[in-house]
Structure formats: structure tokens, C-alpha cells
């Protein structure tokens, strides 16, 4: 499998090269000669040197040693250098300027290059550009001892970067500038979360960095980090070998993505730690990412010249399987090709997939404007887990005496104004699986002040069939109220039940509320508050069911 994957990454590979240079500007007469316009932004970046860089240097590649991609490279590696700031940082110029955490992304891309060619004969051009990235990481070690960062994972960046350059320049001053970083303490829970919750994005970049720094450290106790990472991924990914970021804080959230972040750390820690579940999981990520989105992990191989020759045994991954995360405030329920994801810390606090399609429940309330329920803590009694949330809000009085006739702007009088006639609702989201691990109960009970509208709202795509078996009312474009009886939805053989309905008004806009749904269908049901609702869902695939039947009812 891993030869064949290599085989799959050298041919992707050569297969994108023309596009990639079709994006290289080399007009010699131009500023940004030698880079390459980064598609969607018009602007000149170094990024692709390394995808070039693998197909250039690739015995098994038909552009081993080309000499017009060799010309397309140096001219790319003096880019590399032209845009690098005196001080050592370079730009993303979507957002951060002068920036170290930037750099140091870019030296994780290079360092390894550097440690490649250092090993084998160059001659000519080539050796030109080892010069160039040896110039530019030198003085990206110098940028990032000074410091700088502006979220969480850019410590673990910033430090892992300074290890690899310690080490590749002998450089001490690197290595204990990577020391400090660590004295702050790893921001990973038991359960393998880091502090951004991004499992998709960050977490990954995370756990990359702790093994980059267990290496280039010789700490081996950090590696701790980066099985709990991969072992709470393990339980996330889904079939198609995509990560859906529910619960993210970042900027990915409630987005479904590949999970290529991935592929190198379950690939490498397959061998190190003989794991067949890591060599599964790496196989998922390969097989969807080659021939959905032409993943073509070429360096990779070639850095690690092992891994095409890997033979770890396969194992199941937990695709049957019901976890809670109590640390984190998640319940995952895998049942192959469905998954469900209960979770505090995020507006779509239920999300069931179903093979390519992902069916995400909110609950908004009218109280006082503050948008959708946000469980703030996960509490597990038995068979069941609740969300809860508490929303304290009300009304400011005049200022005090002392305070009037200043002409105070209005924005700075409020820390001034006391709050009076405080209102109060608690609401508490219940969900009960199956034993089946194809659906459950959910409860919803909203309490306290009198009279909120609330809704709970599913959100599905488009593709499939519709139907209801009771009273609904189409309120707005591809708006459902569901007053009774039950909604069904189906697609191919895959299909998802639930019901009754409830029809407490007609609202479906909430202020405080900032999503905006495109090219989806929301089924809502209302209620006016108090009150509880009970409801019964259920979902997967039918021609799995009829199946495990007919197995079941032919055992002697």
C-alpha cells in the first residue's frame, strides 16, 4: 500500500507541476520575478518551492533533474530570499505582516529540504539553491529568537521551528529559545484537545509540532502529546477521510474538511509506534485525498524513504464505536457511514453525518437578543448527556447623580449604569442514544422568564427527497415549520427520521442571530417558553440495516 501511495504521490505530482509553473511570473523585467500568483488573492508567494522541489529531486519523477524546472527553482529560491524582511520575517499578506509565526511555518517547509540536499552530490544551479534556502533559514533563526506570536498553536510553531534550525546550524541559542516556549506548558487536555479546539486545522499543527520538538530535543515525553491528538482524531475522522470542525474556535469552525493536516503524523507514528490503527486512519486520508483532491504527499516519501517500504498490519478503526470526551464536552458516536457529534461550545450542539451529507440542529432564543444556545458544560447521567446554558440579562437605570450633566458619550456611561429588573432563562438540552447507535431522544426544556420564542432549527442540504407526515407550513424559502407529526428525509440509501413537530409561533429570524444559510433547507420547530419537548430521530442506512437483519436472522 504505502510503495503504491508513493507511486500515486510522484504521478499527482508531475500531474500539477505545469499548472504551478503556469502560475510562476518570469518576466525578468517585473518585481515579483521568479514567484508564483497565489490563485484567489493576485498576489506573488515562494509556496510551491517544495511541491517543485519533490518533483525535481525524485529519482522516480519524469522531471527528475529537468533542466528547465532546475532554472524555474533557482529562480523561485532567489524569490524566496527577495521577499524576506531584514529582520527575517516574511509576510502572509492575507493577514500578518512582519511576521514570525509565518516564518516559521515556512522554515518547517524547508528545513527538511535543507537536510535533504545536504545529503546527496549537487552540482551547478542546484547548489545555488541550497545556498538560497540556507541564507533564508539562517536569518529566519535570527527573526524568530526575538519572539512573537499571536495565538496558541504559534508558540508550538515558533518553538518547534527554533529546535530544527538549533540543530541544522548547531545553533544553541536556537534550541534554548525553544526551551523557553516549553517552560509555559503544554495547553493539551486528557483528551488530546488543544486549546483552539480546532481538530481539523490546529490540532494537527499542534501535535506536528510536539513531535518536531520531541525529536530535534531528544524529549520523548512530548510524544504523549501527539498519540492523544491522533488517538482523538481517530474517532472523528469519517469515512471519506474528511474532519468536521464542530466545536472549533477558530476560523474553520463548522466547516468539513480533508484531513490532510494528518496524513504525516498517523503515516510516521504507524512505523514508530507499530500502530495499525495510524497506518488505517493514513490509508483513509491517501485513498479519499488522491482521487478527490490530487493529495500527493511526494516530500514526504522522500524525507522518510522507509515509509514507501511500510508494512505495519492494519487495524479497525473505532467505526462502531460511542466516546465521551468528558474533558472536552463531547460525545461521538460512530456507526459506519454515519457519525454523530454532541458538543458544548458550539451553536450547531448536534451534527449527524451521513456518509456526504451533514444534517446540523440549532436552538435560538429570543431572549434579549443573545442568538443561538451555546451548551456552556456537558453533564453525563448513565445513558444520557445534557447541555446546559444560563442567559441572566435585563435593563440599566439612570446614571447616579454624581456622574450626570458631564455629557458622558453613551458607550462610556454603561460600566457606570446598575442593572435593575434582572430576567433570567435556563435551558437544558437532553440527548439519549440508541443502544444501536442510530438515534435517540432529544429532550429540550427551557425554563425561567415567561414568553421567549425559541426555535430549534436542522439545517440539511438540498440534495434529497422531502417528506412530512403531518401538518407543515412552508414559511419562506426553503423554510419548513413542522407543527406535527414527523419530517423524513433521504437520499440514495441513506435516510434520516424525526418528530413530533411543535408550532408555539411563526418567528424564524432572531436578532443576535449572524449565520446565514446558502443553498440549504431548515426544517424548524417552534415553542414558546416555558415548556419541554421530547423528540424521536432516528438515521443511517438502509441497505446496512437490511443487511445486519438478514444476518442476524440466518444465524444457527
Known sequence: ???????????????????????????????????????????????????????????????????????????????????????????????????????????????????????????????????????????????????????????????????????????????????????????????GLFSEKSIGVYNPICASAMLILAEELKKPELMNYVIKALEFALYFLEKDGTILNTFSLRQDRELRRPAFGYYHLFKRMSVLKNEGRYAQAADCIFENGSKKYKFSPLSLFLFYPELKEEKTKRQALPRIHSKYFKKSGILRINNVPSSLTFTQGSDEFLVIVLDDIDIRFRYLTSFFGKGAFVGKKMENNKDSYTLQQKIRWGYRELLPKEERNKNIPWFDTIPLRKWIKIEEIETLITLVPKNEFNGGKLHITTQGCKNVLTMLEIVLPKEGEFSFDGKVTRLKDEVYLLKEGKFRYAKESIFFKIGPGSAGHAMVNFRGDKTIKKDKILVVMTFCAPFEHILDFSYGDTAQILSKKYADNNQF
Open 1 to 191: 500500500m504505502s510503495k503504491e501511495n508513493y507511486l500515486k504521490s510522484v504521478e499527482g505530482m508531475g500531474q500539477r507541476l505545469p499548472n504551478v509553473l503556469d502560475n510562476q511570473i518570469n518576466d525578468v523585467n517585473l518585481e515579483n520575478y521568479g514567484g508564483f500568483i497565489k490563485p484567489g488573492v493576485g498576489i506573488a508567494t515562494a509556496n510551491p518551492i517544495s511541491s517543485l522541489l519533490s518533483v525535481y529531486f525524485c529519482p522516480d519523477s519524469k522531471y527528475y533533474r529537468n533542466e528547465i524546472l532546475r532554472e524555474r527553482l533557482l529562480n523561485a529560491s532567489k524569490f524566496l530570499v527577495k521577499i524576506q524582511h531584514k529582520d527575517g520575517t516574511i509576510d502572509l499578506c492575507e493577514t500578518n505582516y512582519y511576521s514570525p509565526p509565518d516564518t516559521a511555518f515556512a522554515v518547517w517547509s524547508y528545513t527538511p529540504w535543507l537536510e535533504f540536499l545536504r545529503k546527496i552530490h549537487l552540482k551547478g544551479q542546484e547548489k545555488e539553491i541550497l545556498e538560497n534556502l540556507e541564507y533564508f533559514l539562517k536569518r529566519a533563526s535570527i527573526a524568530l529568537q526575538s519572539g512573537g506570536f499571536h495565538t496558541a498553536n504559534h508558540r508550538w510553531v515558533n518553538a518547534s521551528a527554533l529546535a530544527k534550525l538549533g540543530n541544522l546550524f548547531n545553533n544553541e541559542k536556537c534550541k534554548k529559545a525553544a526551551e523557553e516556549y516549553l517552560e509555559e506548558g503544554i495547553d493539551c487536555n486528557e483528551d
